[in-house]
């Protein structure tokens, strides 16, 4: 019997694929936990077009976080914070500053793909936008005081 596996099954196979299995098998353990489908040609044809659309918008995805990639390298954000005597800052600038200054300038950018050190001085220090695997934005952090 073939079926369509509508979900990942250890030692069948992947979401997505048309595997042999033995009648019982199918009937009634596959198909009756809702794991699979009897693979019949619109089942087959709706499960490409799925992985189609999904690999389209995958690929959109990636285009739009290059642009934004292309778009932050060299950048240079400012972030003021409170300082004391000799330019040392009371706290630190962390990512999450740097966060809120590049929402300020209207790129959303969540503090977790920020890679940085601790500042603790006046000063500007360099800081990596990890966008996804290899798009990485180099930018450069200026802390001023107020």
Not at 79 to 108: C, H, P, Q, W
């Amino acid at each position: 019997m073939k079926v369509l596996l509508k979900a990942d099954v250890k030692g069948i196979g992947k979401k997505g694929e048309v595997v042999e299995v033995a009648d019982g098998y199918g009937r009634n353990f596959l198909i009756k936990k809702g794991f699979a489908t009897i693979a019949s040609a619109s089942n087959i044809h709706e499960a490409e077009q799925k992985k189609e659309a999904a690999a389209f918008h995958k690929a959109e995805e990636v285009k739009a976080l290059k642009a934004l990639g292309e778009q932050l390298n060299g950048k240079s954000v400012t972030v003021k914070i409170k300082v004391g005597e000799k330019g040392r800052v009371f706290g630190s600038v962390t990512a999450g500053n740097v966060a809120e200054a590049l929402v300020a300038m209207g790129y959303d950018i969540d503090k977790k793909k920020i890679k940085m050190d601790a500042v603790k001085n006046v000063g500007s220090f360099p800081a990596e936008v990890r966008l996804m695997e290899g798009v990485i934005a180099k930018i450069t952090v200026v802390v001023e005081g107020l």
